[in-house]
């Protein structure tokens, strides 16, 4: 099949061109010609070009009557044979040629529809590669995320600590100031604001772990979908995912680890607030007790003195 834009004119015409220059119009001569084309296809108009040109006429030398009678008989007669050979030979060679130049604009064809592979094959690399870069840059986000919830677990961590000291510290004051009504004023209102402060830190920790989990549970069903996107790619791209993917399940097992550890905290702070609560409401159990056991001893001071009223006993 001729390639677009090389017609038989063309050839014919750089043909005659050639011939004119006194030129033999050979394939490649004829290529030069032209600029551009096919072999296979300057072949093929090559043949239908000769196929139609005259034979040259030729000019015999002037001899004798009966010479030339006999000798134009012997030559008509080797001529027709040597014509007979030669035509079979020139049919064979042109079905010959033929299917030379058949076979090679086959090849050209399958030559043509190989690059288009190798084209197509190609786009599909650089594709394949956008994938990889891309499912590189969502592992280094993973990363960026999961440091950040480690980051957030380490403050969480902090806090619950810190919530633990000022309970302890409250558990030392009420020990210090065990008999004394202002000591245990003070201590009960600090117990009140280390419950305030533990319940502050457990809604803090908890909205924080809310946060991480659903994080994690967005970036889990982003990874997903990612990875149902890319089930269609070569088996080499599937098996660099498949190793990526093994990783991400690993990390993210982690993280949910460390998510449990964050929770887990927390469930100690609301026992460390729970003990608070515990401790203030025995601290003003105790303080009322205290305030009975003052009105009970003014009580027995007025009947052992009649003339003493309670609001006259000065204040211990």
Do not use: C
Not at 55 to 73: C, N, Q, T, V
Not at 200 to 214: C, H
Not at 218 to 232: G, P, V, W
Not at 250 to 256: G, P
């Amino acid at each position: 099949m001729a390639r677009p834009g090389i017609s038989f004119e063309q050839v014919a015409h750089a043909a005659d061109t050639l011939i004119g220059r006194g030129e033999k119009p050979t394939i490649n001569a004829v290529r030069e010609e032209i600029g551009t084309g096919s072999p296979n296809t300057i072949h093929r108009h090559l043949q239908q070009w000769r196929a139609t040109q005259a034979p040259a006429e030729r000019h015999a030398a002037k001899l004798p009557d009966e010479l030339a009678s006999a000798l134009a008989h012997e030559i008509e007669r080797q001529a027709s044979a040597a014509r007979a050979d030669a035509e079979a030979d020139a049919l064979d060679a042109r079905q010959t040629a033929d299917q030379l130049a058949e076979t090679g604009e086959a090849l050209e064809a399958e030559a043509d529809e190989l690059r288009t592979q190798v084209d197509q094959l190609t786009a599909e690399r650089d594709e394949a590669e956008r994938d990889r870069d891309s499912a590189r840059q969502l592992v280094t986000e993973f990363r960026d995320q999961v440091k950040h919830l480690e980051q957030q677990r380490d403050s969480a961590r902090q806090e619950l600590a810190e919530a633990r000291n000022r309970i302890t510290t409250l558990t030392e004051q009420r020990d210090q100031e065990h008999g004394a009504r202002l000591a245990a004023e003070r201590e009960a209102k600090a117990a009140e604001r280390a419950r305030i402060d533990a319940e502050r830190a457990q809604a803090v920790a908890m909205a924080k772990l809310e946060a991480a989990q659903q994080q994690a549970a967005e970036r889990l069903e982003t990874l997903k979908t990612e990875q149902q996107a890319r089930q269609a790619d070569a088996q080499a791209h599937k098996q660099a995912l498949a190793e990526q993917r093994d990783e991400w399940k690993e990390r993210l097992a982690a993280a949910e680890k460390q998510l449990q550890n964050a929770q887990k905290y927390a469930q100690e702070a609301d026992k460390a607030k729970t003990k608070a609560e515990v401790r203030a409401e025995a601290l003003t159990a105790r303080l009322e007790a205290h305030k009975a056991e003052k009105g009970d001893h003014q009580r027995r001071r007025a009947e052992e003195q009649p003339g003493l009223s309670l609001n006259d006993e000065k204040p211990t």
